[in-house]
Nanobody, 126 residues
Framework: QVQLVESGGGLVQAGGSLRLSCDSS????????MGWFRQAPRLEREFVAG????????IYSDSVQGRFTISRDNVKNTVYLQMNSLKSEDTAVYFC???????????????????WGQGTQVTVSS
């Protein structure tokens, strides 16, 4: 059974940093493209960052480009999201997701991801 478990969220002041982790179990991690998404209250879920199965390719939303970094460790079966220069508008529940499909393209669409974690809250105070 595939499980994704996020951790590392919390309360931080604007300008600060947080590092989110997502631990995977179930045997699909090394073949999966991994993504981070977020959802703020009353807003739709949005794509934040994605990484290829081997970690060679990353993509970001325009809103986090240059501030966030996605990475992965295929030995630890963990994907990370380093978030720097946080802004109040980054406040949201952050989810990791796995796409173990045959495509090599990192998708920005949530519907492309088969497995999701439960989310971790990030709150940035201004």
């Amino acid at each position: 059974q595939v499980q994704l478990v996020e951790s590392g969220g919390g309360l931080v002041q604007a300008g600060g940093s947080l590092r989110l982790s997502c631990d995977s179990s179930g045997g699909i991690f090394s073949i999966s493209r991994m993504g981070w998404f977020r959802q703020a209250p009353r807003l739709e879920r949005e794509f934040v960052a994605g990484i290829s199965a081997r970690g060679r390719t990353t993509i970001y939303s325009d809103s986090v480009q240059g501030r966030f970094t996605i990475s992965r460790d295929n030995v630890k079966n963990t994907v990370y999201l380093q978030m720097n220069s946080l802004k109040s508008e980054d406040t949201a529940v952050y989810f990791c997701a796995a796409d173990p499909g045959a495509s090599t393209v990192i998708s920005r669409r949530g519907s492309s991801y088969n497995y999701w974690g439960q989310g971790t809250q990030v709150t940035v105070s201004s």
